[in-house]
């Protein structure tokens, strides 16, 4: 965005295929606002929050919100190839570009393969630092891992490790001369994923491929900046073919995720927006969509694919590259004739014959792995759908939906029509969506970030008694001052009245550590003073004071610290440590070792 201070005028545009959101707002005081972040614009002071229902049958219609409104009323999304001038007085929006399908009958199929596969190549050249790709089960992933220079292929499975599955993606990737690494999500962590993807998208998305991916994309990026992806590929070459075909009166679009009497049935809150909105199928002209499908093609492959990636990137702390969705490539897709010399769909063929080049004939020996099964399967799957069903008959999903109708739905699917996860995902993210952004209660559900640092992560469920994610888990290293959790439970349980029991400070006991130059709460200072065993401990955790630590060990021990540390290794061992043994109080042996396992044991413990 812009200003120009002479005509007191703000400029603002999106870029073609809308890789970045822009939001822009005119609050009730005539100022205006504008931002690539949404949450920019909600903490305008004078901005008031509210849910603008009408969108409701949109979102449940396509599985995400069209057009240039949003869930947030008074707020909207400048759409991609548009620009806007706001003057002080008044807003004109208009758009810059418009996606246009031009057939070009002059070229042979042979030539459009050529373009592609030369395109392509052209795209990936210009990343030819990127390291790291994403091999997924389709077709485009193999394309791209052919046509790059990149060292490492990170496969994505959901549930257990199929090992006949990998081994054929690998030895694929072998016969490149490229490195694999497996990445099996577990059922817990999707559904905590959910959770995480909820707090960082602007509107919801019913896609429930994409916490798939952004735990994909999230082990790599602990150790790559840039990683490649074969998203937008399948829209670019199948989704805008099928486009065209609605214009050319070939075949009709896609059913809705809801069709308008589900809706009418599912739906207690009120919308403007009805079915009428989402029927018409009447084209502008040739070479224009049908109003429906521009607001699609607007949200779908631009707005949705991109920014939504553009999100996940943001969440993983990396930089995701697209390459089917680069506007070169899809200049030359817009030109290529859907239906040519009597075959239809030929922009899939010639799509798969450019990747066959590229792949030297190679692709059934792809990855074949399909996340859908899986994710259903969790959703009916008593041990792991807790969160999910928690959110499906709850408070807020009561506010907005019959639950007659949910039960209906739950009952079909759990006897076994299974494609009706689809809906029930659709609700289940809505839910969570709108409670981190309307109903105040925000998120408990967070995944650590790739760049923390951390070699070993567990993140643990304490209310439900779950890990949820994990890295290195079980692997034994140093903990140093998070050995004093360990001594702290010792104490509690042998000083019972923390509050009336009082310790003489010692500098003798304090100095027994001085060789190792530990941390201090200061105690050393005031030395034949007496202190509560609970100011002493408050001492040894907030401060992380061996000084407070040492003076309560010796006290339980009464002085043989041995003792207190065959106390300690007890305690490991009862609360279900496996990989630990402490040597000090304190930790400041470094050969006193444990694992991120225990220590969430020890936290559970301690909390």
Partial sequence: ????????????????????????????????????????????????????????????????????????????????????????RELCVKPYWEAKFEPDYSKTTEEWVALIRDTVKKIVDEDNDVKDIILSDDVASSYLLSHSGVSNAHIIACGKDNDDEFKAAEKFAAGLGKNTNRNIITPEEYFYAVSWLANYIDQPSADAFLPVFALGCLKPAKHTEVILSSLGANTLFHHFCSKQ???????????????????????????????????????????NLPTTMQCHDE???????LAKLDLIAKMCEMEISVPFCDIRLFDIVRKIPCEYKGEKNIKSRIFHEAASMATHGKLDNCLKNDYLPSVSGWMLDECYNAPFKDKLFG??????????????????????????????????????????????????????????GAEAVVV??????????????????????????????????????????????????????????????????????????????????????????????????????????????????????????????????????????????ILRAAM
């Fill in 1 to 88: 965005s812009l200003f120009d201070s002479r005509k007191n005028e703000t400029f603002c545009m999106r870029d073609h295929l809308g890789a970045k959101a822009m939001y822009y707002s005119v609050m009730p005081d005539q100022t205006f606002h504008c931002s690539y972040d949404l949450s920019d614009l909600l903490e305008v002071a004078n901005f008031e929050k509210k849910f603008n229902s009408d969108l409701l049958y949109q979102y449940f219609t396509s599985g995400f919100v069209t057009g240039d409104r949003t869930f947030f009323e008074g707020i909207k999304m400048l759409l991609p190839g548009h620009y806007l001038v706001w003057n002080g």
């Fill in 245 to 287: 075909d609605v214009i050319n009166g070939i075949n009709q679009s896609g059913l809705p995720l809801f069709n308008d009497k589900e809706l009418q049935d599912l739906l207690i809150v009120s919308s403007e927006v009805g079915a009428d909105d989402f029927s018409s199928d009447k084209a502008a002209g040739k070479d």
């Fill in 299 to 305: 949200n779908s492959l631009e707005g949705n694919i």
């Fill in 395 to 452: 408070d807020i999903s009561r506010k907005f939906f019959s639950t007659c109708e949910i039960e209906k739905l739950w009952n079909r699917f759990s006897s076994g029509e299974t494609s009706l996860y689809t809906k029930l995902y659709a609700i289940y993210l809505f839910v969570i969506w709108y409670e981190i952004n309307f109903a105040g209660k925000g998120s408990s559900i967070w995944l650590v970030s790739p760049k923390s």
């Fill in 460 to 601: 643990y469920d304490c209310e439900k008694e779950k890990t949820v994610y994990e890295e290195n888990a079980d692997d034994v290293r140093s903990i140093a001052s998070i050995t004093k959790l360990v001594s702290a439970l010792v104490i509690v349980q042998h000083i019972p009245d923390l509050e009336n029991t009082f310790i003489t400070i010692d500098k003798d006991v304090i100095f027994i550590t001085r060789d190792f130059e530990p941390s201090s709460a200061g105690f050393s200072r005031h030395a034949g003073k007496k202190y509560s065993a609970l100011d002493l401990l408050y001492g040894g955790l907030v401060p992380s004071g061996c000084d407070a630590i040492m003076l309560l060990a010796n006290h339980v021990c009464k002085g043989n610290f041995y003792v207190f540390v065959k106390y300690m290794n007890l305690k490991a061992k009862e609360i279900g440590c496996q990989n630990s043994h402490f040597l000090d109080p304190c930790g400041l042996i470094a050969d006193g070792k444990s694992s991120a396992r225990d220590v969430a044991l």
